[in-house]
């Protein structure tokens, strides 16, 4: 019966979308619950009759988790956060550093700026594209890559936490979404 339920729920819903006050922007309910779901209702999220509340101490609980995934994979890339950051001193620490990553200093891939890019979207193309080049089957290659998308996904959520953070207030988050149903078609049976 909850199948019959749960299709009955998504024929009414896959057409409706609110707007989110933050952005403007249009969000599909079944899509963003879908993606929502996946990361912030077992790490922040209380549910309870009452309905869906920010639960500050699991959040609390990742922001510390995941600042310790940060600095300890900062030690094994030899990095400092404050080096990891900044276009010009990661440019830098890659070009002079003794590390076997250095080997890969003339095919990096720049910025406009002639920095090495440090986008995890970037350097993972790059990477696949050359997965063929020896440099790129050293071990300790991989590993340090491994270790830099690593800490780039766990700033990214740290990130993402400190601005969650911030719109918060009792234990509510604020501004709320104004929620409307802008097209809504009939069922048809």
Known sequence: MFGYQLLHYVQDIQYSYYCNT???EKQHYFETSYRLDQVLVPLFLDISLQGLSVSTENLEKVHLENEHLI???LSKLDLTLDIYRSSNKFTEFI???M??????????????TEYFNRS????????????ANPLFKNTEIVEWFTN??????ADSLGKFIQTFQQHIQNNQIYP??????????????
């Open 99 to 112: 590390q076997p990553i250095s080997s890969l200093a003339n095919l990096w891939p720049k910025t406009k």
């Open 71 to 73: 600095n300890e994979t």
């Open 95 to 97: 070009q002079s550093t």
């Open 22 to 24: 933050w952005t403007g």
């Open 148 to 153: 830099f998308f690593t800490l780039a996904k």
């Open 176 to 189: 709320l979404w104004d929620l409307m149903v802008v097209y809504k078609p009939s069922r048809v049976t």
């Open 120 to 131: 995890q979207k970037t350097l993972s193309s790059w990477v696949t594209q050359h997965t």
